[in-house]
């Protein structure tokens, strides 16, 4: 069965930081591309970052590049999103995803497994 779990999620003033886990299992987790997928309150999914199955290349959505950095330690079967210079508009239930295969679809929309999301709030 496979299972993604998230967690680290929390308050957080504007300009802090945190760093967001998900926990794999039940797959092969180095045979596949990971992603994270955020909601944020009254809105549509939105897509955050992607990984390759080994890290090797990195993908950001615009409004997060320079400030989120995704990364995995396929030792440990963990995901990882360290966000930098939170914004008020980052609030948002953040999912852990799982990709089709090695690499993210350009797309950006389709994944067959989600975590349970972990809500991240920035409020001072």
Not at 20 to 42: E, H, K, N
Not at 57 to 84: H, P, V
Request: charged share 20%; with cysteine; aromatic share 12%.
């Amino acid at each position: 069965e496979v299972q993604l779990v998230e967690s680290g999620g929390g308050l957080v003033q504007p300009g802090g930081s945190l760093k967001l886990s998900c926990a794999a299992s039940g797959f092969t987790f180095d045979d596949y591309a990971m992603s994270w997928v955020r909601q944020a309150p009254g809105k549509g999914l939105e897509w955050v970052s992607s990984i390759t199955w080994n890290g090797g290349s990195t993908y950001y959505a615009e409004s997060m590049k320079g400030r989120f950095t995704i990364s995995r330690d396929n030792a440990k079967n963990t995901l990882y999103l360290q966000m930098n210079s939170l914004k008020s508009e980052d609030t948002a239930v953040y999912y852990c995803a799982k990709e089709g295969g090695a690499t993210p679809l350009p797309s950006h929309d389709e994944y067959d497994y989600w975590g349970q999301g972990t809500q991240v709030t920035v409020s001072s």
